[in-house]
């Protein structure tokens, strides 16, 4: 007998109420989540600013504060074999220092000057290097010669301890090719282009053949203008693909800076939401076919670019970005068994801008600024956060495994933890509209401490307001501003245990850039669709003018499913083209091991760029759906004990035990029952207030039912 499956098992549901649908979030603390491999949040991987612990200007209270309260790390610097070789050669790009017994010697000088630094103690190798691509290449210059240098500049220049683990050879290297310093010798923007992926390319190989480098990861190109589908998806053939084709099979990771606005050029926009999610599948689909696995992303900027505010500092220009960083982050978050590093744009006190040029004022993406603005920098004796500092406050204690969470509105962005006895419940909020998220049911949680709640509103026109609080009960209700993100921190009175396990895998074809016309195939093999039941989804993403439909007529092995109206983010009306991922549900019993989805427009023109089907797997079968259990019979009553006692009816019996599970996951009653049973008396219910789940399950079946202790 097919069953339906629903998530029930300790499943906690929030009604979010938007301004024309009710939207639901779920999640379940007792189900451990897992992307690929990966469950346990790297915090390293994420939560980094954009210098490195050996920057100066950073006092040793300061960083103590920054890695020790804020919970945060570094980073990436602007240093590195070419800038040290540039200086040697009085200002002239390309000549390298090749005895290398002499390297060595320089090298071990350059290391005795490190360690005799002061702030040496802090020393770490979680740092990028990265270098202005013009002071690194030139169109006549020998890439392997380069190549030779820059792997014997990290083998000799540093110890292992600080030897740093990435090395980005140029930054946004692809905008600059046009620039003087490149076009004086080759005009052809897009044959430089060509040449510089070529500098990737050979410094990757060096590095793969280099003994000693084995941890460092070279990483590129770095784009700094992902506009992709731009040009019918020219821009994709003659950058990132482009970059692929020359470098790829040498790079460790495809570097991506994703900003809402403007950044160095483009249109002004936002990737947060679909536009972001389309731009990374589209990289790891054309991984996939190309060498059969996705190699992982490394997001060396990431944020947003403000507007309209002027040159002077304000704390309403500098926390903008952080709308943006929250947003992206929630993406990021759900590819962290695909991510090597990512670094949001949140600098440190970049005292080279306080200059009479630029009227004494701070960089716009510093995390620390001069408490008196507008005064020289000789005369500034006391340094203050800027409200960017308010992103590492929201995340600092966030930190566990992974817990199955989802919404049904992609504009609601959700992450959920678990460590030990608390649950970290993340939530922000996408739509340019205002969300009231019901947690009325988090009410009757027992076993509940306390509840912390961090919020952080940002307005375009006045400061924002970062507020923490602590509570005894849990919020009936909360809402979301536009672009608000709140971190929840529920505190148990016990250990939350899990019970069950979801596995997140994603599924690729080779079957990508596929021109709208008629219907487009796909195919998907070697699919598990599991035995314990899960869900699933298409990962659509596409690039089409906005007059063109957005809702293909979608067959998986011959079973329509619906396509949904709406994805993460904006309309992106202010955009030359739409492109975005939609998501699309399917259910799970439509898949086999070998799958063909077909999908086919209304009309025509413009792009499918890439489809992944994800597959999101159970370890143990989840309970029958409200239509079965009307096909069981089941009647439990009362659902809300008031008198110590509970009724399970049955018109058909197969279960054979009867359980009842707190809400952190503890098995609270058991009792074993017998085939035919038709009638349970439990006189015995739990005393203390709060939810619980009956639990029935028997040899293929389980079947759930929340009941409140009053």
């Not at 002071?135 to 500049?153: C, G, H, L, M, P």
């Not at 990737?271 to 389309?278: H, M, Q, V």
């Not at 307005?459 to 672009?483: E, F, H, I, V």
């Not at 148990?492 to 690729?508: G, L, M, P, R, W």
Request: aromatic share 12%.
């Amino acid at each position: 007998m097919n069953k339906i499956y629903t998530l029930c098992t300790l499943l906690i549901v929030f009604a979010c109420n938007g301004s024309n649908a009710q939207n639901k979030i779920t999640v379940d603390p007792s189900m451990q989540r897992y992307l690929g491999d990966v469950s346990e949040l790297d915090r390293a991987k994420y939560f980094n600013s954009h210098t490195t612990w050996g920057d100066k200007d950073i006092s040793d209270a300061e960083y103590e504060q920054y890695t020790g309260e804020l919970n945060a790390g570094f980073g990436r610097c602007f240093w590195g074999p070419f800038s040290v070789a540039k200086n040697k050669a009085s200002g002239v790009v390309g000549v390298y220092p090749e005895d290398e017994a002499s390297i060595i010697s320089q090298g071990n000088g350059q290391i005795a000057y490190t360690q005799s630094q002061s702030n040496w103690w802090r020393h770490s190798n979680r740092q990028i290097i990265t270098e202005h691509p013009a002071n690194v290449a030139r169109w006549s210059v020998d890439a392997d010669k380069a190549a030779d240098w820059s792997a014997q500049y990290f083998k000799y220049f540093f110890t292992d301890e600080d030897r740093p683990l990435w090395f980005e050879p140029m930054n946004e290297p692809f905008v600059h090719a046009g620039d003087a310093d490149f076009s004086a010798e080759q005009p052809d923007d897009q044959k430089m282009r060509v040449r510089m992926a070529e500098w990737f390319g050979a410094i990757g190989k060096k590095f793969d053949e280099t003994a000693g480098l084995e941890k460092v990861s070279v990483i590129g190109y770095s784009s700094a203008w992902p506009s992709v589908e731009l040009w019918d998806f020219g821009h994709w053939d003659t950058r990132m693909k482009m970059f692929m084709d020359v470098a790829g099979e040498h790079m460790d990771a495809f570097a991506t800076h994703l900003y809402d606005g403007i950044n160095v050029a483009g249109a002004d926009s936002k990737r947060s939401g679909s536009n972001s999610e389309a731009i990374l599948d589209l990289i790891e689909t054309y991984s996939f076919a190309k060498w059969g696995v996705v190699k992982p992303h490394a997001i060396t900027e990431f944020g947003g670019i403000e507007k309209g505010y002027g040159d002077a500092y304000s704390d309403v220009k500098s926390v903008q970005s952080i709308k943006s960083i929250n947003h992206i982050l929630f993406n990021l978050l759900d590819r962290e068994n695909n991510m090597m590093i990512a670094i949001p744009f949140i600098g440190s006190k970049a005292t080279w801008h306080i200059t009479k040029a630029n009227n004494y004022q701070p960089y716009g993406s510093v995390l620390w600024r001069p408490k008196n603005l507008g005064v020289p920098l000789s005369s500034t004796t006391e340094w203050v956060f800027t409200p960017r500092v308010h992103f590492f406050e929201l995340w600092q204690d966030v930190r566990g495994k992974r817990v199955f969470v989802g919404s049904n509105n992609p504009d609601i962005q959700t992450q959920a933890f678990v460590n030990e006895d608390k649950m970290y419940l993340a939530l922000s909020n996408l739509d340019e509209k205002d969300a009231t998220v019901d947690l009325a049911t988090f009410e009757e949680l027992n076993d509940l401490s306390s509840v912390r709640i961090k919020s952080l509103k940002i307005w375009d026109n006045q400061d924002p307001l970062y507020s923490d609080k602590t509570q005894n009960t849990a919020p009936s209700s909360l809402k979301l501003n536009a672009d608000e993100t709140v971190v929840i921190e529920y505190t148990f009175s016990k250990n939350i245990v899990f019970d069950n396990a979801i596995h997140t895998t994603k599924y690729y074809t080779s079957e990508h850039l596929k021109s709208i016309s008629g219907a487009l195939k796909f195919h998907f093999n070697d699919v598990d669709a599991g035995e314990n039941g899960g869900t699933a989804s298409l990962r659509m993403s596409i690039g089409r003018k906005h007059n063109r439909s957005k809702t293909p007529s979608i067959k998986v092995n011959g079973n329509n499913v619906t396509v949904p109206t709406n994805w993460a983010g904006y309309d992106q009306a202010n955009r030359d083209d739409f492109f975005g991922m939609i998501e699309i549900p399917v259910p799970i019993e439509y898949l086999k091991a070998d799958n063909e989805v077909s999908i086919q427009f209304p009309d025509s023109d413009g792009r499918v760029s890439s489809v992944i089907l994800q597959v999101n797997l159970h370890d143990n079968r989840l309970a029958v759906g409200i239509t079965d259990a009307k096909e069981y019979g089941i009647t439990v009553y009362p659902t809300l004990v008031t008198e110590g006692w509970m009724k399970v009816l049955m018109a058909e019996n197969t279960f054979e035990t009867i359980e009842l599970v707190s809400m952190n996951g503890k098995v609270v009653k058991s009792e074993n029952i017998n085939r035919g049973q038709s009638e349970i008396h439990i006189s015995d219910m739990p005393t203390s207030k709060g939810m619980y789940i009956m639990r029935l399950t028997g040899e293929n079946d389980v079947y759930t039912q929340k009941v409140i202790v009053n």
